[in-house]
């Protein structure tokens, strides 16, 4: 069940072909990387990871809140490592990465859950605040999974998990800079899939609607919002699906995905005049 | 699409990210009294006291850290002031599957214990009457359960906890490190500051299962022979018929029960799939339904003694199973007394106050009877004391069923008793202080920055 278990293996290729086995079929424990393990959607993925005995390896800004996540996922029954580390220092990505692939004997998931809702108001009017903003939700998972789809496409395996927003389909003045650094995402990791898909790397956008953490905590309404239990058991269950035979844009709750369907057909003419 | 209607109520002139949100109400079990509050919920043990700072309305009404909000009254309410609710902070943090030492910070509940113990072979110390209360919640109330005449109450398996004060001190509390805040904090009704994790003493059980015996009394001797003929059972309880006068007057259900010996499967219990959808209308609980309610649980049981297996579940969480049962009271919601009479009066308080409650033709769905034991709690202001504990509930009648409890309490207070804090609303500061004279003591390790409606309330008119 531990990290070391894989330690005898080859590195490459990762998976074997096991005589009448699918392609792509994922092997258990799995080594998942998890980037902004901190946030309520991935903590709540983790749990239910650990309680199946997964391979962890944890990257966190805060060394207090990544300790405490790291025990509570180590007693659940997984086999946890983790690195502190500030994801917006782009610089030190290929590091990171190569250390905790390293730390995990291989990679079979990287989940990329890194983002900040920021302050909308003020990145409206203050380039430095709206930068920021792009700097962590766009430029650097896009760093990251530059290194990360170098790393997997030529091991034809792998899969990268990237939480995008349902705020990225359509632009709105209540938070179109948060929208359009997940717009940017959305765009990216669709172009990385239609790349590396062929190369047996599966790329799965996860767009959730308004979900109750942390960083949507001073939303009002946010009561309504959903769990992000609930979430992460829809993005948990399409992670155990294999390459080429799960989803590739997930929406969470499903009915966000006619939401925004009818959202995007408003003309713009109407749209502008709309107060959303 | 209720999201972007939502965010159309959003200022879209630049403001602080500090603006105030809707504060959504957050409620006490017996939904009174109705106070407004901001929450700050607590999601790691390094958010207090960082929460507070830069919180304006912390700093002039107070603040108060709240579990699930599952005490019935107010002393899991601040009106006006923050309250920091703490379940998202629930990690747990070290087991020894040897001796069955949990540590987890203070937001888990004790429903999410008992699904990561169970499976191992672990239980609860000590059980409440439901699992959706917080293991701070647990020790802030010290808590007791079906076992108390021979278990205690919870903080007899709190051997440590961390205590975050608002001044920034981090105190590990055990019975020897910081021994009088750990004496505080257990039954502090989260006055001495915030409890960021403790360690719980679990007991090891080999199956779900429960040897459960239910048997019928009659009359208050019955019930107190029924309790010394159980004095080597590990779990007892009484539910009592409070709407019968006459022959039938404190007839009732003495229900025992024992984990089974046996070994049987250990899995994990299934998701609660009721909820009580709406509130009853104010009249669908009054005197002629309870009435009925208590004459059909009462011969539910038609031999007057039934020897059953049980799962665990029904027998410690019966009313769990329905979610939000409180809303059967309807708008105006319930209050609850719960006494602890000493030995030398229980009998003649109990009899008197059960006559009293008969007399009022005010209708009591749930009625308990049971025996505390002598084991001490280490908590300061902690509840149980030996004797008899009888908890009620009504429906909250403004003049009626206000005057029939301020009656209870001045009765209590007579026949050498004291009410519960974690299940009042209405006892006054005299009283309060009458069942509690160590109050003035306890009061010198509450944390300034904190506060509740219920202390304020209580303390009203002495200097705290």
Redesign the interface.
């Known amino acids: 069940m531990s990290a070391a278990s894989h330690a005898d293996e080859p590195r490459l290729p990762l998976r074997a072909a096991i005589p009448g086995e699918a392609p792509g079929t994922p092997r258990y424990p799995r080594r998942i990387l998890v980037l902004g393990a901190t946030s309520g959607i991935a903590e709540a993925c983790c749990r239910l990871w650990a309680a199946r005995g997964e391979s962890l390896h944890l990257v966190a800004r805060h060394p207090e809140k990544l300790a405490a996540m790291a025990a509570d996922l180590s007693v659940r029954g997984a086999s946890v490592t983790t690195t502190v580390a500030d994801l917006d220092d782009t610089a030190g990505h290929a590091e990171l990465l190569a250390h905790a692939v390293d730390a995990l004997n291989g990679l079979d998931i990287a989940v990329l859950a890194l983002g900040v809702l920021g302050d909308a108001p003020a990145a409206e009017v203050d380039f430095a605040a709206a930068a920021a903003m792009l700097h962590t939700n766009f430029l650097a998972p896009v760093s990251l999974l530059t290194w990360l789809a170098g790393y997997c496409a030529p091991r034809h395996a792998g899969t990268l998990a990237v939480l995008s927003s349902v705020a990225g389909d359509r632009g709105r003045k209540s938070n179109y800079v948060y929208g359009s650094s997940k717009a940017g995402l959305t765009a990216y990791t669709d172009g990385l899939r239609n790349r590396i898909d062929r190369e047996g790397v599966r790329v799965l956008t996860i767009k959730p609607g308004p979900v109750r953490t942390a960083m949507t905590e001073r939303m009002p309404g946010n009561a309504k919002f959903a769990d992000p239990e609930a979430v992460a058991a829809t993005l948990v269950k399409a992670l155990d699906r294999g390459h080429g035979q799960g989803p590739d844009v997930i929406y969470v709750p499903g009915i966000w995905r006619i939401v925004m369907a009818v959202v995007r057909l408003i003309p713009e003419s109407i749209f502008k005049k709309m107060n959303l | 699409?209720?999201?972007?209607a939502?965010?159309?109520?959003?200022?879209?002139?630049?403001?602080?990210?500090a603006?105030a949100?809707?504060a959504?109400p957050f409620e006490s079990w017996g939904r009174y009294p109705r106070t407004t509050a901001e929450l700050?919920?607590l999601?790691?043990?390094?958010d207090f006291p960082a929460v507070l700072a830069g919180d304006s309305n912390a700093a002039q009404h107070g603040a108060l850290p709240v579990g699930l909000g599952r005490s019935y009254g107010d002393v899991c309410l601040l009106d006006g002031g923050t309250l920091l609710p703490t379940p998202?902070m629930g990690?747990?943090?070290?087991?020894d599957a040897t001796t069955g030492l949990l540590t987890a910070?203070a937001g888990i509940t004790l429903a999410q214990i008992l699904d990561?113990a169970v499976p191992r072979g672990w239980f609860l110390p000590v059980s409440p009457g439901t699992k959706y209360v917080t293991l701070g919640g647990a020790i802030a109330n010290d808590t007791h359960g079906k076992n108390h005449h021979v278990a205690g109450t919870f903080g007899c398996y709190v051997p440590q906890f961390e205590l975050a004060r608002s001044d920034g001190q981090r105190l590990l509390c055990s019975p020897t490190l910081n021994s009088e805040f750990y004496a505080a904090t257990i039954g502090g009704m989260g006055l001495t500051g915030v409890i960021t994790w403790a360690s719980l003493q679990l007991r090891p059980i080999v199956s779900r299962l429960i040897d459960y015996q239910g048997i019928q009394f009659h009359g208050i001797d019955e019930f107190l022979d029924l309790t010394r003929q159980s004095d080597n059972v590990e779990y007892t309880v009484s539910w009592v018929d409070v709407t019968s006068t006459g022959k039938n007057f404190i007839r009732g259900i003495f229900m025992q029960g024992d984990h089974s010996p046996a070994p049987a499967p250990l899995t994990l219990s299934s998701k609660p799939k009721l909820t009580l959808p709406f509130e009853f209308p104010g009249f669908a609980l009054n005197a002629a339904t309870v009435s009925a309610f208590n004459t059909l649980f009462f011969h539910k049981q038609i031999r007057p003694r039934v020897t059953a297996v049980q799962d665990y579940e029904p027998f410690f969480y019966p009313l769990d199973a329905l979610l939000h049962w409180n809303r059967m009271y309807g708008k105006r919601g319930l209050l609850q007394f719960q006494y602890a009479i000493p030995w030398e009066h229980a009998r003649e308080g109990t009899i008197a106050v059960l006559q009293a409650v008969a007399k009022s033709g005010l209708a009591s769905f749930l009625a308990v009877l049971k025996v505390f034991g002598d084991v001490p709690s280490p908590g300061m202001m902690s509840f149980p004391q030996p004797g008899v504990t009888l908890a009620l509930d009504f429906p909250i009648k403004p003049e009626k069923s206000f005057a029939l409890f301020d009656r209870l309490a001045a009765m209590t207070l007579e026949f050498g008793g004291r009410l519960y804090p974690a299940k009042d609303a209405r006892m006054t500061a005299a009283q309060f202080q009458a069942f509690y004279p160590q109050w003035r003591s306890f009061a010198r390790y509450k944390d300034p920055a904190l506060n509740s409606s219920f202390w304020q309330r209580v303390t009203e008119g002495a200097a705290a």
């Open positions: 699409m209720p999201f972007l939502e965010q159309s109520a959003t200022p879209t002139t630049p403001s602080t990210s603006e949100p809707a959504p700050r919920p999601h790691w043990q390094v998202a990690r747990l943090l070290a087991f910070e990561f």
